[in-house]
């Protein structure tokens, strides 16, 4: 049994109300809520051992880098890698994906060289090769979506056949909620000698990710949407790929040593952290990556199915809703799209929180996506482990009454 009661008392902001109603937080795609191990960790730092990294002999100095580097060290661990120094403590999943466009893309790319993406990418993972473009002129291919939102992998087969530089794509789709089966797709593309770069924004705190499983070569994930916090992320990549990059941003921190016409960069993981990084952001993160641990991937991921398949069945039942995405729970992660007849997602979403739910209402960062799908916004419930069904049957009512209150 999954006690969630027990979970959710770990989370203060679930207790609170909004607009006189209690929380019903179902907006988890967009960011998690943080438990209060992980707050404290944050505050405990700054109350403690808060000092620059890596510059200073003073004790504090020490103390800081050293909760600095164990949580690079956890963050390994997480994703099942050998060496710490392959990961790179970034801001978010878009400074990851843009750290390989610029670092890797502008060194080894050619003019003309293809990329191919999916048509259910984030504009994270959309818009840096779009600038790389600019100067490369990337010839920049979409892998097509079939009618129930799965990757057509034929007609990915076929664009890897024609041996592109890159094939970056996203483990769950933040739209359609599609896991990718990474597994095929990483085989396949490595057999025709295609870098794959993975965006794990919306699989790593629900279904983790294992870098020794999937042998990716690049691996992009945001510490705000698995229970940290905001503000820190981070690029994983074969340290064989990262010794042959070039530092995406300069100053501070990455270099061994600098005269007035040159500079010598330093090692990795140092070379890609230019300046004073967000220090307290990655000792939350291990804090979160602790949390994560203690509840176990393996029990989020089927009770976050379990909730999954629970609002499917109770969405699909109401007049005019279409979910977008595959009508299967299991080939999901834990959020569910869906346009209501007739109703703007944004006025659903408005009075939804009248009732104290959050969804999200829009295109969610991926526009393409919605001109394809021939709709200009959708609304989406996202789940983390700490929701409940009771919390679904809110929004199911809520989505009744917003009907009653707009349908003409
Ligand atoms: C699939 C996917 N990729 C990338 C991102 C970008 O994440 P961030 O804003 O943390 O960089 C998101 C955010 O929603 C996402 O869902």
Same mark, same amino acid.
């Given at each position: 049994?999954?006690?969630?009661?027990?979970?959710?008392?770990?989370?203060?902001?679930?207790?609170?109300?909004?607009?006189?109603?209690?929380?019903?937080?179902?907006?988890?795609?967009?960011?998690?809520?943080?438990?209060?191990?992980?707050?404290?960790?944050?505050?405990?730092?700054?109350?403690?051992?808060? $000092?620059?990294? +890596?510059?200073?002999?003073?004790?504090?100095?020490?103390?800081?880098?050293?909760?600095?580097?164990?949580?690079?060290? &956890?963050?390994?661990?997480?994703?099942? $890698?050998?060496?710490?120094?392959?990961?790179i403590?970034v801001r978010?999943t878009t400074e990851a994906i843009n750290l390989v466009a610029f670092s890797w893309g502008k060194r080894f790319f050619k003019d003309g060289d293809a990329v191919v993406l999916t048509?259910?990418e984030h504009h994270a993972n959309i818009i840096p090769w779009l600038i790389l473009s600019q100067e490369k002129h990337l010839n920049i291919k979409y892998?097509?979506?079939?009618?129930?939102?799965?990757?057509?992998?034929?007609?990915?087969?076929?664009l890897? @056949?024609a041996h592109p530089s890159l094939l970056s794509l996203? +483990?769950?789709?933040?739209?359609?909620?599609?896991?990718?089966?990474?597994?095929?797709?990483?085989?396949?593309? +490595?057999?025709?000698?295609v870098l794959v770069l993975?965006d794990?924004?919306?699989?790593?705190?629900?279904?983790?990710?294992?870098?020794? &499983?999937?042998?990716?070569d690049f %691996?992009a994930? =945001?510490?705000?949407?698995?229970?940290?916090?905001?503000?820190?992320?981070?690029l994983?990549a074969?340290?064989?790929h990262l010794?042959k990059m070039m530092p995406f941003l300069g100053g501070?921190?990455m270099?061994?040593?600098? !005269?007035?016409?040159?500079?010598?960069p330093?090692?990795?993981?140092?070379k890609f952290?230019a300046?004073?990084?967000?220090?307290?952001?990655?000792?939350?993160?291990?804090?979160?990556?602790?949390? %994560?641990?203690?509840?176990?991937?393996?029990?989020?991921?089927?009770?976050?199915?379990?909730?999954? =398949?629970?609002? %499917?069945?109770?969405?699909?039942?109401? @007049?005019?809703?279409?979910?977008?995405?595959?009508?299967?729970?299991?080939?999901?992660?834990?959020?569910?799209?869906?346009? /209501?007849?007739?109703?703007?997602?944004?006025?659903?979403?408005?009075?939804?929180?009248?009732?104290?739910?959050?969804?999200?209402?829009?295109?969610?960062?991926?526009m393409p %996506? +919605?001109?394809? /799908?021939?709709?200009?916004?959708?609304?989406?419930?996202?789940?983390?482990? !700490?929701?409940?069904?009771?919390?679904?049957? *809110?929004?199911?009512?809520?989505?009744? &009454?917003?009907?009653?209150?707009?349908? *003409?």
């Amino acid at each position: 049994m999954f006690d969630v009661q027990k979970f959710r008392k770990d989370f203060p902001i679930l207790s609170r109300e909004v607009r006189g109603r209690p929380l019903a937080y179902l907006d988890n795609a967009a960011t998690t809520q943080k438990p209060r191990s992980v707050i404290r960790s944050v505050s405990r730092f700054y109350q403690k051992c808060n $000092a620059n990294i +890596h510059r200073g002999i003073h004790s504090l100095s020490e103390e800081a880098t050293l909760a600095y580097e164990k949580a690079r060290k &956890k963050t390994a661990q997480f994703i099942g $890698a050998d060496d710490a120094r392959e990961i790179i403590f970034v801001r978010n999943t878009t400074e990851a994906i843009n750290l390989v466009a610029f670092s890797w893309g502008k060194r080894f790319f050619k003019d003309g060289d293809a990329v191919v993406l999916t048509e259910m990418e984030h504009h994270a993972n959309i818009i840096p090769w779009l600038i790389l473009s600019q100067e490369k002129h990337l010839n920049i291919k979409y892998a097509r979506i079939d009618s129930q939102g799965y990757l057509d992998l034929n007609h990915l087969w076929g664009l890897l @056949d024609a041996h592109p530089s890159l094939l970056s794509l996203t +483990h769950v789709s933040n739209v359609l909620g599609t896991i990718n089966p990474l597994g095929q797709i990483i085989k396949r593309a +490595h057999e025709k000698g295609v870098l794959v770069l993975v965006d794990a924004a919306q699989s790593v705190g629900h279904l983790g990710f294992n870098v020794k &499983k999937y042998r990716a070569d690049f %691996l992009a994930f =945001s510490g705000h949407k698995m229970l940290g916090p905001t503000g820190i992320g981070v690029l994983w990549a074969k340290r064989e790929h990262l010794e042959k990059m070039m530092p995406f941003l300069g100053g501070g921190g990455m270099i061994d040593e600098v !005269y007035w016409q040159r500079f010598t960069p330093n090692r990795c993981p140092e070379k890609f952290e230019a300046g004073t990084p967000n220090i307290a952001g990655a000792v939350g993160l291990g804090a979160a990556i602790d949390y %994560l641990d203690f509840v176990g991937l393996e029990r989020i991921y089927k009770y976050e199915e379990e909730l999954t =398949s629970y609002a %499917l069945q109770k969405l699909t039942r109401l @007049d005019g809703l279409k979910i977008i995405g595959p009508e299967n729970s299991v080939d999901r992660g834990a959020l569910i799209s869906f346009s /209501l007849a007739g109703i703007h997602p944004h006025d659903l979403a408005t009075i939804l929180d009248e009732q104290g739910i959050a969804i999200r209402s829009g295109h969610h960062c991926a526009m393409p %996506l +919605h001109q394809k /799908l021939g709709i200009p916004a959708s609304a989406r419930a996202s789940f983390c482990f !700490y929701n409940t069904k009771k919390e679904i049957d *809110r929004l199911i009512e809520g989505i009744r &009454k917003a009907r009653q209150l707009l349908d *003409r």
